[in-house]
């Protein structure tokens, strides 16, 4: 019933949208050059001397994806991390986890201290006005955690005229779900406003092997941008912003009741100020602060019954202070300075709990029997300092060079670690019980106190040689750094139920070297944006299990060695047709010690290849979009185990038509149809994708 509602409302809408086109004329055309703020400054994309791929807002407009997760699967070097979470996917670049992938909302990190899954991206498409998705180290500009890259998500500012606004509607059918957001923006005698609000609601995914049980989620956010133009030269502003999310995740094949992960609350308020100043002298040409206080909570609930019962529950917070200032310096005719400070602070309360309920027979006579609830609070925080400096300066011979140093310190500091373990065990046998009682027993579970730093300086050097029209060369080398989170150094965890993974204080930050060579050729019909990679990471921090064999603990164990080619590309065949593709190939070697693998979990090849048309129409222009993804196997081999995990390839058809329409192309319908064939795939063994299904959306501007 609910799906029938959903689509009884899109029709509605689809058909007012449709008699509103009836006296439409003009459609939006895009022009000019993509400008991004990848290297800190706003740069076009062919001056930019790293491999870069931006989402516009044009982009987001068409899209139907529920997520951010999903509107970035398509970008070469980009995959997406499906744990059988629908609501909340990751991403990994280059082969790094998203552990290694910096997410950031307008230059500010998410930050995350205990998860086995990495930094969540807490945020409605609805909301951004572009996404920069950076492939490779930005440690010298952007810090800690960005090893495989940094993901930048801007949002909307003010608008162009007085007063603007911008509605959406969507239905997707992967899980009957609607969702809706609305912007209302401005500029006017020097100020500027936007307050913007979604929600969306989708239920359990549907496969063709059936429904995946316990994979619905919904969310709502809500955002307020307010900014005045003091004077020429300086501008200050404030920004807030909410995400409120009900998530739920399983494996597919197995019931709620045999394992089940539920986030009834993950959610993320953020409240900034900043001010910024342009064009103050004849070396400074911009100062920007920012300061910003971020929480993230999340409340999880993990059930596991097999062969026993076992409860984990969390109610994790991170509180985030944070500050920075950035200075821009024109240093003559050919030198462009960036120097800057950043600070933040991360302060975790995590109160965890488990429960677990196992009887077992042993023989005739004999039987264990436990129950026990194991409560652990634990209170830390982490601090970081970090100076930078880049610098441009253009060289003869159409050359231009870019280097730079970023020195970070990070203090760590659990002072809080403490158990409560209530219950008992007993064993039973033929002539003796032998009964172990519990009563507010600290069994050390809930891991170690103390304090740790770590300091580091990284490095990066660039080319970049535009002496033909059009075509932009570069070759990079870069490098990373990541320091530990709390969790790998401090905690104890047992989400998932196989035992108890332990914290390691002595851990040492990972470290790695990167080299690219890269280009860019843009001449109207031919669009071509092409990297080949090699990176060389050193101390992986991985999990090994202690000599039970059934808990583990964190190490610096890991080595990997990736290489690999991208390729995005596009010809404007005639006026109307213009073929492409995107294609990632990648190669990526695994050691521990004296062995190593290339059964590392990451496909060999994955693309996304079709054909566009845009022709003109009564009213609009209209558009579409025949295109397949392509994924190769993966193989996944376990030291531990010894078994090798093969999750096969798969290629999907797929087919999206828009018509844009009205005033300077104010509105849009657009309608997709998603694995056309009915093909069963996944990105992992936790659950499959969606089966053949029907996506809807229907923008407008006011």
């Not at 280059?94 to 807490?122: C, N, Y």
């Not at 149809?673 to 809807?696: D, P, Q």
């Amino acid at each position: 019933m609910q799906g029938k509602h959903h689509l009884t409302l899109i029709a509605a809408l689809t058909a007012a949208a449709f008699a509103t086109a009836a006296g439409a004329a003009e459609t939006a055309e895009k022009t000019g050059e993509v400008v991004v703020t990848a290297s800190r400054v706003a740069q076009e994309l062919e001056d930019v001397p790293m491999s870069v791929s931006v989402i516009t807002s044009d982009d987001i407009r068409r899209s139907s994806a529920r997520t951010v997760g999903e509107l970035l699967e398509d970008i070469p070097g980009v995959q997406i991390m499906n744990d059988g979470t629908q609501g909340l996917k990751r991403l990994s670049i280059r082969g790094e986890d998203a552990f290694r992938t910096l997410v950031m909302i307008d230059g500010q990190k998410i930050s995350e201290h205990k998860s086995m899954s990495g930094a969540p991206i807490l945020i409605d498409p609805t909301e951004i006005e572009r996404i920069e998705v950076i492939k490779g180290p930005a440690s010298v500009l952007y810090g800690s955690d960005a090893i495989g890259g940094a993901v930048n998500i801007i949002t909307k500012k003010g608008g162009d005229k007085p007063f603007e606004a911008e509605a959406s509607i969507g239905y997707n059918g992967a899980g009957r779900g609607l969702s809706e957001g609305a912007t209302i923006s401005g500029s006017t005698h020097g100020f500027h406003y936007r307050l913007n609000g979604s929600y969306e609601s989708h239920g359990d995914i549907r496969t063709p092997y059936g429904k995946q049980e316990n994979t619905n989620f919904r969310a709502k956010s809500g955002g307020l941008y307010l900014a005045y133009d003091i004077t020429d030269h300086w501008t200050a502003g404030l920004t807030a912003d909410t995400f409120d999310s009900s998530i739920h995740g399983g494996v597919f094949g197995m019931s709620p009741d045999a394992f089940s992960v539920d986030v009834p609350k993950w959610r993320r308020d953020k409240v900034g100020l900043f001010a910024e100043g342009k064009n103050l002298s004849k070396y400074l040409s911009r100062v920007r602060w920012d300061g910003y206080w971020q929480k993230n909570d999340k409340e999880m609930l993990n059930h596991v019954s097999q062969g026993m019962t076992m409860d984990n529950t969390a109610d994790n917070r991170v509180k985030t202070l944070g500050t920075s200032i950035q200075m821009d310096w024109q240093l003559g005719a050919r030198n462009f300075l960036i120097t800057g400070y950043e600070y933040s602070q991360d302060k975790l309360s995590a109160d965890t709990g488990v429960h677990m309920v196992m009887k077992q027979p042993l023989g005739p006579g004999m039987s264990s029997d436990m129950d026990y609830t194991t409560d652990r609070v634990n209170e830390g925080k982490q601090t970081v300092h970090a100076v930078f400096a880049s610098m441009e300066t253009q060289l003869p011979w159409d050359l231009t060079a870019n280097y730079g140093v970023r020195y970070t310190w990070v203090d760590s500091e659990m002072n809080t670690a403490t158990a409560s373990k209530n219950g008992y065990t007993r064993i039973t046998m033929p002539r003796r019980t032998i009964n172990r009682e519990y009563v507010n027993v600290d069994d050390g579970s809930a891991g170690d106190t103390g304090s740790s730093d770590n300091s580091r300086a990284v490095f990066n050097a660039g080319l970049i040689w535009k002496g033909i029209d059009n075509l932009a060369l570069r070759a990079t080398w870069s490098q990373g750094f990541r320091a530990a989170i709390l969790q790998e150094r401090y905690l104890a965890t047992s989400m998932g139920g196989q035992g108890t993974l332990y914290g390691n204080p002595d851990l040492k930050p990972e470290t790695s070297n990167n080299f690219e060579v890269g280009a860019r050729f843009n001449n109207g019909p031919v669009v071509i944006d092409a990297a080949a990679f090699y990176s060389d990471v050193k101390n992986y921090i991985t999990t090994e299990y202690l000599a039970d064999g059934v808990n583990s603990r964190y190490v610096n164990a890991d080595k990997a060695k990736t290489r690999g080619l991208e390729l995005a590309a596009s010809w404007k065949a005639t006026e109307h047709i213009e073929p492409y593709l995107s294609l990632t190939w990648m190669r990526r070697q695994l050691e521990w010690g004296d062995y190593s693998t290339y059964q590392s979990g990451t496909p060999e090849f994955w693309a996304r290849y079709g054909v566009r048309t845009a022709f003109a129409v009564p009213g609009g222009t209209l558009t579409t979009d025949l295109y397949a993804r392509s994924q190769n196997e993966t193989k996944s081999y376990s030291r531990t185990t010894g078994v090798t995990t093969r999750t096969a390839g798969f290629t999907t058809a797929n087919f999206a038509v828009g018509y844009q329409f009205g005033k300077q192309g104010a509105y849009q319908l657009s309608a997709e149809v998603i694995n056309i064939f009915n093909k069963g795939y996944r990105y992992n063994t936790s659950t499959w994708e969606a089966e053949r299904h029907l996506n809807l959306k229907l923008t407008a501007k006011f």
